[in-house]
């Protein structure tokens, strides 16, 4: 037997097993009129899209006795994605008699699409040498391989809104990329890249890559500083400094006509450049946007006003987590409190264009070595830890700490205390315990200018009450002394 008689016999073996193994799945080749599914109402959100490629052949559905079926809530796997993006490509499948990773069989049935995809650099196999072919392919690798595969480039790849991709996450120049032009959203302020993407996402993605008139324009730049708030509706802001003067104009040579204190709120009638117009003594005024907030959460204003904390590296810290829960009390775990006054504040340090990096985001527990290296490995500007106290039912207040033991910013982390007590004490009208220099892990280990703030004790009535119902505030309040720390650097 000769060496041509064994590849010929080989070659027939991979044909045969291609046809009798292969998935119905992305095999159909539809015409026009036959491209519904019977599972995909003309109602359904991804209706269109789904269509439009099952009408170029690019996707395929199963098929049962009831005929065919596209299971748009179905993951899809890496293999399924491969054979996707190389339809859509118009590449054909790669012949081989040996695939080159160990879990993918020459007998699989999408071995060619696969080898194909790794030979345009589009597809990576995993760095144990294995490629998963049947695996959920992520919402992060879906952006990655759809700007590989069609090179997509934007200017700016840092720009993207979501509180869930961190400046040194791997897919962040992919979902930044997606985002702008309109191919990829996320779940409100989250994109979510180690979610598992369904069929009928992955079919709406790669639609609007191939075809821009699909496309959706992000509703919400966070390039833009000076968006305009239509009179009609105005806005609650909350100073953030000691004293702020209200001008007759908007600029500084404009005459002082009064004076706003600290926490004070205040109506914005409109925003013009870096001054708002607000309604002050029965007339109008202008204030400085650099020493405001929003009240209550309206994080779109907070970010057309405040530029100090753009693109600074800001690491929050929820005390506790996991199998340690912190102080308790009355069913309150300062574990779960810190955690959500971190979230709240996440929000709104990030709507004000900072990057920020979490210790943790879930009920996990970081040691603190762990929270140490994560501030000073990613470069952090700031550090602040969030804690609840305990002690006799009588003890009560805020106390902010920083260190000057190892800390080499320990004046910076001193006046940052300062601000963030400051604002905490006013907001939440708690008293005053001040300002305290104390050796505590993470802000003497970490190299940045780093605080740690007690709320209250969750051991005294009235604190415990602020402390259960006023996390939003407490957030408002720590994000107002960051701001109020950086507007005075
Ligand atoms: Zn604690």
Redesign the pocket.
């Known amino acids: 037997m000769g060496k041509r008689f064994i590849f010929s016999k080989v070659l027939m073996f991979i044909v045969l097993i291609t046809i009798i193994v292969a998935p119905p799945i992305n095999q159909r080749k539809v015409s026009a009129e036959t491209t519904d599914f019977y599972d995909i109402s003309s109602s359904y959100w991804a209706s269109t899209e789904i269509n439009y490629l099952s009408s170029l052949s690019i996707i395929g559905g199963y098929e049962d006795l009831k005929g065919y079926f596209f299971a748009p809530e179905k993951t899809l796997t890496r293999a399924e994605a491969a054979k996707m993006v190389m339809s859509a490509k118009k590449e054909k499948p790669a012949l081989l008699s040996k695939t080159r990773f160990p879990d993918v069989s020459e007998k699989h049935w999408a071995a060619g699409w696969i080898e194909k995809a790794v030979q345009l650099n589009i597809f990576d196999g995993n760095p144990d040498g294995t490629f998963a072919p049947d695996e959920s392919l992520t919402r992060g690798q879906m952006t990655k391989i759809l700007v590989k595969a069609f090179g997509l480039t934007v200017e700016n790849q840092q720009n993207e809104p979501f509180v869930d991709v961190y400046i040194n996450d791997e897919f962040r120049p992919y979902i930044s990329t997606l985002y702008q032009l309109g191919i990829a959203s996320g779940y409100g302020d989250r994109f979510n890249s180690k979610q598992n993407i369904k069929r009928s996402e992955f079919a709406v993605f790669l639609t609007r890559t191939l075809n821009p008139s699909y496309r959706k324009k992000p509703a919400t730049s966070n390039q833009s500083t000076q968006k305009t708030i239509p009179a009609a509706s105005t806005k609650t802001a909350r100073v953030t400094t000691d004293v702020l003067n209200v001008r007759s104009g908007p600029s500084t040579n404009d005459e002082v006509i009064g004076q706003l204190s600290l926490g004070s709120v205040v109506n914005i009638y409109s925003l013009n450049g870096n001054w708002a117009e607000i309604f002050y003594k029965n007339g109008v005024g202008y204030i400085s946007t650099s020493y405001i907030s929003t009240y209550s959460g309206t994080s779109e204003f907070t970010q057309t006003t405040n530029n100090a904390l753009k693109n600074q590296v800001i690491v929050l810290d929820a005390?506790?987590g996991g199998k340690d829960p912190?102080?308790t009390e009355n069913g309150m775990y300062?574990k779960d409190i810190?955690l959500n006054v971190i979230e709240l504040l996440e929000k709104k340090v990030k709507a004000a264009g900072a990057k920020v990096i979490l210790t943790r985001n879930s009920d996990t527990f970081p040691t603190l070595d762990e929270r140490v290296k994560i501030a000073n490995q990613n470069g952090a500007d700031i550090f602040v830890s969030v804690?609840?106290?305990s002690g006799s039912s009588s003890a009560t207040g805020t106390e902010t700490f920083y260190d000057s033991s190892k800390n080499p910013q320990s004046e910076e982390g001193k006046k940052l205390a300062a601000e963030i007590q400051k604002q905490i004490v006013s907001l939440l009208k708690m008293k005053d315990r001040g300002v305290k220099n104390e050796r505590y892990q993470v802000i003497t280990y970490t190299k940045m200018p780093s605080v740690l703030v007690?709320l209250g004790f969750v051991t005294n009535s009235e604190d415990a009450k602020k402390l259960a119902d006023q996390r939003e505030l407490y957030a408002e309040a720590i994000y107002n002394g960051i701001l109020a720390y950086y507007n005075k650097k």
């Open positions: 005390g506790h912190g102080t300062e810190t804690h609840v106290n007690e």
